[in-house]
């Protein structure tokens, strides 16, 4: 079973497509970031996963099931919005009873541990929470209905770097624990580089690519040789970015072969140059010849 | 859910609670003693023809002046009651959530979102009603002596329950408008996803309703009783006259239907007709009131008086309760409408 199984998504505001042709499955037991930049379309894919929005064109299960179908789907995924909404009025102590009233697989022993651990009042109100704390607050809503599949929405952009680190730590921890598959957005690679085993490009409202990060990082290569035209490269060479100068061609190419031409200097990427090289080749509107980047196996 | 909804909603429950039960309190101190002067009174010993007694009775209190004071702040409470509601319970319900994002975690637990609807407005809407039929049913029973006596004569600023202000603030109308208000509130505030927003729009459209409804809709409910008597020189209060030197109009006094609700009265010839024709010579010297009266009255005019009998009170009550639940129901439906298509 896949943990998110989108085909030819779409989401339409009015006239603009926040997401459009998305077609994308995200395997089971991966911890899958997904990045791009702001307006790339992030939030409302994963508003779609969550069912918080239904979609304008094409389809989207979630382990297995449509989102928000039933109680029964609700209590399979646990969210994390963008901004980690809680109730300002109500009391940490609240805000776990209101988990408890309305989640059937609340683990109430390991909700109260991790407040505990946390360090948060639990009489303390929500709106007085630090915005790491409410973060910290809403994850352990989220964990605690014992989700199989928990999607956070950019839930590190407003903390410092030191509670970012502490956040994803923690959570990579509490995922490690019990199991779960998670799906993470942020705009910046060096969050997601450090726990996530898959990752989705998404830029100009469509998926860029998606692929495990070791197979991602395998098949891209930078090559830096003699000026050459991209169109001379062999057929299985995907080039994804290009540059001269007067005298010299840097490409980064996608190639499930490994590259083999002397001419060439050949060097491995960064997660975050492979990142940058996708946004960057979505933002000059540079169209890949194959309609969606599917992974290759 | 319930537990959550009672979480949310208990400050503004508490304060509403409160503001009713300490108007109950001033009835309930205030209250025996009607009683007692009700029952010394020569109209709660009166049998028959007890317009004059129930006239005494009410002008007696007028002048006692916690009686008229409680009277006129029960109305007043009552009228404002379903716009208190509108406000403060209906319009913030699912604005705040929306304005905050809190939805976001709501719609995120095991709980599917129309269960979540519904918790709420059936808890919200519950309370509602119920806060207004009980404030309706202590002030009833408080001023049940008044009403008696004012569906008799309406005079020392006490008027008959059947009267367009006083209709809604009687019997189980007000239960009506609670519902409608705080559902129409709700709707607001998810259409418009701005709290304060949310609650001028609420006011005004309950403004506008109340002020209606009793205008246009309420006389046409059941088809008015039309009586026509020929007029005298006693009920004439006065004319106009217009430009031409012909009579415009004769003004005279309501005919005295006890309890009745007359929602017009007029002067018109005997064919039926509103020309009245030439004013007579004894209005235009100068004569005094009495000669030209009794020359009108020669006339052969008639009061053509339009009304709503006493005995349609509690028909009309259960009418306008139906009208404004079943609109309320309407609301709701489109609550639900709006929770799954557009908010999605």
Redesign the interface.
Known sequence: MTALDASGLGKRYRQRWALSDCTLQIPEGRVAGLVGPNGAGKTTLLHLAVGLLAPSAGTITVLGGEPASGPAQLAKVGFVAQDTPVYAGLSVADHLRLGAHLNPGWDAGYAQRRIDRLDLDPAQRAGKLSGGQRAQLALTLAIAKRPQLLILDEPVASLDPLARREFLQDLMEAVAEQGASVILSSHLVADLERVCDYLIVLAASRVQIADDVDALLASHHRLIGGRRDPASLPGDQEVVQASHTDRQSTMIVRTSQPVLDPAWTVEQLSLEDLVLAYMSQAANGHRSTRPTLEAQR | ?I??TW??FRTQAVAVWALVAAFGLLLLVTGPHLVTLYRDSSFAACRSNCGQAAGNFLNQLANDPPYHTVYLLGALLIILLPAVIGLFWGAPLLARELE???F??????????ERWLAVKLGVLGLASMAVAGLLSLILGWWASPIDNAAGLAGTGGFQSRFFPLDFGTRGIAPIGYAAFAFVLGVLVGLMFRRTVLAMGITLAVLVAVQIAFPMVVRPHLITPVRETTALTAANIQGLGINQDGQLQNVFAQAPSVPGAWIISSQVTTSSGSTALGTVPQACQSQQGPNACFSALAQKNLNQAAVYQPANRYWTFQWIETGIYLTVAILLAWGCFWWVRRR??
């Open positions: 859910m537990w959550l979480r949310q905050s994002g809190s976001r975690l709501a719609w995120n637990q095991s709980v599917t979102r908010l999605s």
